[in-house]
C-alpha cells in the first residue's frame, strides 16, 4: 500500500458503519487482508508503511500478532454491529513488510484466529508474501499445515546489478530452491517481479522473466517499477546518480514479458499479472489470484494492522499508520481506522469501471454512461480494446489497451 | 514652498514674458523621472513630506519598469533676478511606440532639456526625440545627469554632445537628479535661455492638447497648451477636429496637484475637465476652441493615432472571454491609442485582434489586462499590416495571417520603417548581420562620439515586430538602442507559412514571412511544437506548408504507457483522486482536431520560450 492516506471524513472509534455498507453484502465476497508492518531492511525503491527495527516507541513485533488477533475480533463484531450478514472468507492474505519475518507461529495464530472468526468457505485461498531469503523448507511445510495455500516470493530479478539498484538482498540462485520447497510444501507459488529498474536493459529483464518461467510457478506478477516520492530511489533520480528508464523502454519491456509468458503457457488476467493455464483449466480461472480479483471487483474485505485499507459495501476506510499509534488504539479497544470516505453512486461507478478494465474480462458496456460507450467507437479505431468483445458489449484490452489503460479510462469516463 | 519665489504666478493673469515652458528629452533609465521630482522639490512644488519617488508616473507599471507611458505638465514656481517665472515641465513619453504622443508634448514647449546618462551616453531613441525637437526649433538644454556615479564619464559625453549638436563643452550642464546636485544651475539656465511664449491674446482661443488621460472619479482630463486667447471655467469649448462641443467644468494648473484657476492665457499650460468618459473624445493633437468664438483654423500637426502592430488575444480560460471584452472596453477609455475587434480562432476560441502602436505598447497592454483585471491571456506572434493583391487584382487589408488570401497571389506589400540603431562600435558587425538577416537595407552609418555607432537602416516592420530587439539587445550585451519610423511600404515576397498538427492548420501559429525565411520558420515551429506538445495515443505529425506544400515536418510519435503497474486495495483511492486530477488539467487543454494541446504549449510556442530555456541550461 502506498505510504500517503488520503485526505477524507475521520472514521468513528467504534469503527461503526453506515447502514448502506450492508446493502447487497451477501451477494459479495469478504476477504481478509493482514499486513505485517516490518522488514529486515528498507529496499531503496519502497514506500510501503513497513519498519526495520523490532522494537518501535513501545511497539515490539513480538507484540504484533496479538494485536492484529485483537483487530480481527473488534472487525468481527463491528461488522455484527453494523447489520453486515455472517459471510465465511473467501481469500486471506498476508501482506506487508515481510510477513514471514514474523515466526511462522504467529502467522499460524493470526491465521486461525481469522478461521476462528469467520470460517473459510471451502477451498478458500489463503496467500502469504515472503522473502526468498526469509524462508526455508521447515517454514514453508508449518505454513502449510497451518491452512496457507499460497505464497508470494518477491523475486523481482534474477540479475544482480539489478537487485542491487533495488537493494533487495537475496542471492538469485535462491529462488529454484524457495520455489522447489514451497511446492514440496503443498503451497502454490506466485512470484514478483520488477521492471524498468534504472540500469537495466532490455535483455537483463529476458533473463530475469525466463529465469522465472524457468521454475514455473502457478502465477507471475510482473510491475513496472514506480518511482514513488519520498524514497532513496527518488532522491537518487533527483540528484541524478541514476536514470529512470523511460516509457519506451518499460513498454519494450511489458510487451516481451507478455510474449515470453504466452509462450510459456502463461495468460493474463490484469494488468500486471499472469496466471499459468494447465491444460486440465478450460476457464484458464484455476491459479489467479483471488484475493487481488477481489479487490478490482468491488468485494469486501477488512484489512487488519498499521495503515491497512478497508473496503464493506462502498464504504471504504484505512488504519494509522505507525505500529506504535496502532497498538495504542487497539489496547483501548478503540477502532484504529483514521480515515474513511463514503462512496456515492458515481463515485462507486467510477472506481468500478478504473478498476474493472485494467481485469482480461472487462466490463460490460451497460455500466458506462451514454457518452462512455460513445467513446468505445474511438478506442476500437485507436486499437486500444479488443473489437470482437466490443461487439459482444464488453469492453476488454488490447495488449497496446493494456498499456494505455490509464488513458483507456479517461476515454470512457468523459463528460 | 519655494525657496526663491516666494509667491507663485496665479495662472490666467500671468504675462507670458514670464512663462518658460519645456520639457526633458532622456532615455529610458537615463534619470528624467528621478531629475523631475528633484525640480518638484527644489521649487517647493512638493513638499519634502509628499515627495514620492518618480512623482510624475502615475501608473504601477510605468513606476516598475521605470519609464514615462503618459506624460503631464507641472508648474513650477522659480525666481531669477527679484522675477518671478511660471515654469512648465512637460513630461514626455520616452518610448519609440509614442513618437506621435513626443512630437505633440515637444510642441506645446519652447526649450527641452537633453538630458543623458553620464555613464551611458546618448541612445537612439534620444537622438530620434532631440531631431523631433530641433524641428519644432526647441531651444536645447544640454545636461549630463548622475555625475555622481562611480562610472560617469562626463568628459567622454561632453565630446559626443558637442559632436552632436555643436554646442561648447561649457554649455553642458552637470547635474545629479539623485542628490540635486546643479538642479538649481539647471532651473536659472532654462529660465535665461528658453524663449517666452508667443501668442495673440485677442484671437479666438486655440489650445493644442498634447495628452488625455483617463481618471476613475473624474473622467478624461485633458493636458492643453493654450497659444492663442484663453480658455475659462463653464465656457463651452469644441474639438476641432471632430467639432464635439463640451462645457468646461474644470480647468487649472497642476502643481503637481491638480489645482483649478480662473483659465488659463496665452502660453499657459493646463489641465481641463468636461466630464466626458472617453479619451477619444480628447485626441492628443487635436485643437480646443471656443464653441461661441471658434477659430477658423486648427493647429498643425494632427494626426489619428495608427495602429502599427497587431496581435490576438485571448483568454486562456474560455469563460473570460466577457471579462476580456469589459476589460479592453474599459482600457480604451485611458487609451486613445488601442483599437480592437472581435476574432475568433479555431485553436484559441474567442478572443480580440488588437492593434497597437508597437511592441512596448502592446505589452503594457497585455500587462494591464491581466493585472487590473485578473485575466490570464495568450496573445499570438505580432503581425503587421500587409496589402495582397491577387491575380484576379483584388487587394486584401491583412493584419492576421489568417485572413491572408488563398489561391494565386499577385502582390504583398509591407509597411517599412527607417531605423536607427545606436551601437558601440565592437558590436558594429554583429548588429549589422542581424540587420541584413533581417532584410535591412543600410542607409548610412555615422560615428556618435569616440566609441559608437549610429546605423541607418530601411526594414520591414515585421522583421522588427519579430523578436528584433530582444535578439539586437543580447547581442550587443545590452547596449545597443533602436529607434524607428515608418517611412511607407514595399512590395516583397511573402508568403503565408501554416503550420498543421495532424494535417489541420493551427490558425494561431501561421505567421507571414519571407520566402526565404519560410523554411526556417517552419523549421523553428515544427520543433519547438514537438518539445511543447506531450505524447498522445496516435502518432501526430506536425508539418510547415506554404499552401499544400510541405516545408517542414516532425512528429510526435505515440505515447505508449499510460498505466499505473500496481492498483491493489490501498491504491484504489488515490488512483481515483489521481483521475480527478486529470480531468482538472483537461481543462487546460486546447483541442486542434483530436489533439490535446496544453496552453502552456501555445504559450511557449508563440513566445519563443523554449530556445531562451535551452540557451539558459
Known amino acids: ?415 | 514652498m519655494s525657496p526663491r519665489a516666494l509667491q507663485a504666478l496665479a495662472p490666467a493673469s500671468t504675462d507670458p514674458a514670464f512663462i518658460r515652458n519645456f520639457c526633458i528629452i532622456a532615455h529610458i533609465d537615463h534619470g528624467k523621472s528621478t531629475l523631475a521630482d528633484r525640480m518638484l522639490q527644489i521649487t517647493g512644488a512638493v513638499s519634502d513630506r509628499d515627495m514620492r519617488a518618480q512623482y510624475l508616473d502615475r501608473m504601477d507599471i510605468e513606476r516598475e519598469r521605470g519609464i514615462t507611458i503618459k506624460s503631464q505638465a507641472v508648474r513650477m514656481p522659480w525666481e531669477l533676478d527679484g522675477q518671478t517665472y511660471a515654469l512648465n515641465m512637460i513630461d514626455t513619453p520616452g518610448h519609440v511606440d509614442f513618437t506621435y504622443e513626443v512630437s505633440r508634448s515637444l510642441a506645446a514647449c519652447e526649450g527641452a532639456i537633453l538630458l543623458v546618462d553620464a555613464a551611458q551616453g546618448i541612445e537612439a531613441q534620444t537622438l530620434a526625440n532631440l531631431y523631433l525637437a530641433l524641428e519644432n526649433d526647441l531651444t536645447i538644454i544640454p545636461v549630463l545627469n548622475k555625475i555622481d556615479l562611480p562610472a560617469a564619464d562626463p568628459e567622454k559625453y561632453i565630446k559626443e554632445i558637442v559632436g552632436l549638436i555643436g554646442c561648447k563643452p561649457e554649455d553642458i550642464l552637470l547635474v545629479s537628479g539623485k542628490t540635486g546636485v546643479g538642479v538649481p544651475e539647471l532651473l536659472d539656465r532654462a529660465t535665461q535661455l528658453i524663449p517666452a511664449p508667443v501668442g495673440d491674446a485677442d484671437a479666438p482661443a486655440r489650445a493644442m492638447i498634447f495628452d488625455s488621460v483617463y481618471d476613475a472619479y473624474r473622467g478624461v482630463i485633458t493636458y492643453v497648451r493654450m497659444i492663442d486667447g484663453s480658455l475659462k471655467p463653464r465656457e463651452k469649448i469644441m474639438m476641432m477636429s471632430t467639432k464635439s462641443a463640451h462645457e468646461v467644468l474644470e480647468i487649472g494648473v497642476s502643481s503637481p496637484e491638480p489645482s483649478p484657476s480662473k483659465g488659463l492665457g496665452v502660453g499657459e499650460v493646463g489641465y481641463l475637465i468636461t466630464g466626458v468618459k472617453d479619451v477619444r473624445l480628447s485626441k492628443v493633437g487635436d485643437t480646443v476652441t471656443s464653441f461661441a468664438k471658434p477659430a477658423t483654423v486648427a493647429l498643425k500637426g494632427y494626426s489619428e493615432p495608427m495602429p502599427m502592430v497587431f496581435s490576438g488575444v485571448y483568454p486562456i480560460d474560455g469563460s473570460d472571454y466577457p471579462v476580456l471584452r469589459e476589460a479592453l472596453d474599459k482600457l480604451k477609455l485611458s487609451d486613445a491609442a488601442l483599437v480592437y475587434e472581435p476574432e475568433t480562432s479555431v485553436a484559441l476560441g474567442f478572443g480580440f485582434r488588437c492593434g497597437f502602436l508597437g511592441l512596448l505598447h502592446l505589452e503594457i497592454v497585455t500587462e494591464r489586462l491581466e493585472r487590473e483585471f485578473g485575466l490570464d491571456l495568450i496573445a499570438t506572434a505580432p503581425s503587421v499590416i500587409y496589402e495582397v493583391t491577387t491575380d484576379d487584382k483584388r487587394t486584401t487589408t491583412v493584419t492576421n495571417p489568417s485572413e491572408f488570401p488563398g489561391g494565386k497571389i499577385a502582390s504583398v506589400s509591407e509597411p517599412i520603417v527607417s531605423a536607427s540603431i545606436l551601437t558601440p562600435k565592437d558590436f558594429v558587425g554583429t548588429v549589422m548581420e542581424l540587420c541584413q538577416g533581417r532584410r535591412g537595407t543600410m542607409l548610412g552609418m555615422e560615428y556618435v562620439g569616440e566609441d559608437r555607432v549610429d546605423l541607418k537602416y530601411t526594414m520591414p516592420l515585421g522583421e522588427i515586430v519579430f523578436d528584433f530587439f530582444d535578439q539586437l539587445k543580447s547581442r550587443t550585451a545590452g547596449y545597443a538602442s533602436l529607434d524607428y519610423e515608418p517611412s511607407g511600404d514595399q512590395v516583397a515576397d511573402l508568403v503565408k507559412v501554416d503550420i498543421l498538427l495532424q494535417g489541420e492548420a493551427v490558425d494561431a501559429f501561421s505567421a507571414i514571412v519571407h520566402r526565404d525565411k519560410a523554411y526556417a520558420y517552419g523549421v523553428l515551429m515544427t520543433e519547438r511544437l514537438k518539445k511543447l506538445i506531450p505524447r498522445q495515443q496516435f502518432e501526430v505529425p506536425i508539418q510547415a506548408a506554404i499552401g499544400a506544400r510541405i516545408i517542414a515536418r516532425e512528429s510526435i510519435s505515440a505515447m505508449r504507457k499510460d498505466v499505473l503497474a500496481k492498483c491493489y486495495g490501498g491504491d484504489i483511492t488515490r488512483k481515483r483522486k489521481l483521475l480527478e486530477k486529470q480531468k482538472e488539467g483537461k481543462k487546460r487543454m486546447k483541442m486542434v482536431g483530436r489533439v490535446e494541446v496544453p496552453q502552456e504549449a501555445f504559450i511557449a510556442a508563440l513566445s519563443g520560450d523554449t530556445e531562451a530555456k535551452k540557451e539558459k541550461k
Open chain 1, 1 to 415: 500500500m502506498p505510504s500517503a492516506l488520503p485526505l477524507a471524513d475521520p472514521a468513528p472509534l467504534d469503527g461503526l458503519l453506515p447502514a448502506s455498507a450492508a446493502e447487497g453484502a451477501s451477494s459479495r465476497n469478504f476477504g481478509v487482508y493482514l499486513h505485517v508492518p516490518y522488514c529486515r531492511v528498507r529496499c531503496g525503491y519502497c514506500d510501503f508503511n513497513t519498519y526495520t527495527a523490532d522494537e518501535l516507541r513501545g511497539a515490539k513485533r513480538s507484540d504484533y500478532a496479538g494485536q492484529a488477533i485483537e483487530e480481527v475480533h473488534q472487525a468481527r463484531a463491528v461488522l455484527d454491529a453494523s447489520g453486515l450478514p455472517d459471510r465465511a472468507v473467501s481469500t486471506v492474505f498476508f501482506g506487508g513488510g515481510t510477513p514471514t519475518l514474523l515466526p511462522v507461529t504467529d502467522l499460524a495464530e493470526m491465521l486461525h484466529a481469522v478461521v476462528g472468526t469467520w470460517g473459510l468457505v471451502p477451498g478458500a485461498e489463503v496467500t502469504t508474501e515472503a522473502n526468498p531469503d526469509s524462508v526455508d523448507l521447515d517454514y514453508l511445510l508449518a505454513l502449510r499445515a497451518a491452512g496457507f495455500t499460497r505464497v508470494s516470493f518477491g523475486m523481482q530479478s534474477a540479475v544482480p546489478h539489478v537487485l542491487a539498484t533495488l537493494e533487495r538482498t537475496h542471492d538469485p540462485a535462491r529462488i529454484p530452491l524457495v520455489v522447489e520447497w514451497a511446492r514440496q510444501a503443498g503451497l502454490q507459488v506466485s512470484l514478483d517481479l520488477i521492471y524498468g529498474t534504472p540500469g537495466e536493459t532490455l535483455a537483463d529483464w529476458r533473463v530475469s522473466v525466463e529465469h522465472a518461467l524457468a521454475q514455473r510457478p502457478d502465477h507471475i506478477s510482473a510491475y513496472a517499477l514506480i518511482v514513488e516520492d519520498g524514497t532513496k530511489l527518488a532522491r537518487q533520480i533527483r540528484r541524478g546518480e541514476v536514470e529512470t528508464p523511460d516509457d519506451d523502454t518499460q513498454a519494450d519491456m511489458y510487451e516481451l514479458a507478455d510474449r515470453l509468458l504466452a509462450a510459456a503457457g502463461y495468460s493474463w488476467y490484469e494488468v500486471s499479472n499472469w496466471a499459468r493455464v494447465d491444460e486440465t483449466d478450460a476457464g484458464g480461472q484455476r491459479h489467479r489470484s483471488r484475493h487481488n480479483l477481489a479487490y478490482w471487483q468491488g468485494h469486501d474485505w477488512w484489512g487488519v494492522g498499521p495503515g491497512a485499507h478497508s473496503h464493506v459495501g462502498g464504504v471504504r476506510w484505512w488504519n494509522v499508520k505507525h505500529p506504535a499509534a496502532y497498538a495504542e488504539r487497539i489496547a483501548a479497544g478503540h477502532s484504529p481506522a483514521i480515515g474513511r470516505e463514503t462512496l456515492d453512486d458515481e463515485t462507486r461507478r467510477v472506481e468500478r469501471v478504473l478498476l474493472l478494465v485494467r481485469i482480461r474480462e472487462g466490463i460490460p458496456t451497460s455500466e458506462l454512461t451514454p457518452a462512455g460507450r460513445l467513446a468505445v467507437a474511438g478506442l476500437i479505431a485507436d486499437e486500444l480494446i479488443v473489437p470482437a468483445d466490443a461487439l459482444r458489449r464488453r469492453v476488454t484490452l488490447t495488449l497496446r489497451g493494456r498499456l494505455l489503460a490509464d488513458a483507456v479510462v479517461r476515454r470512457l469516463l468523459e463528460a
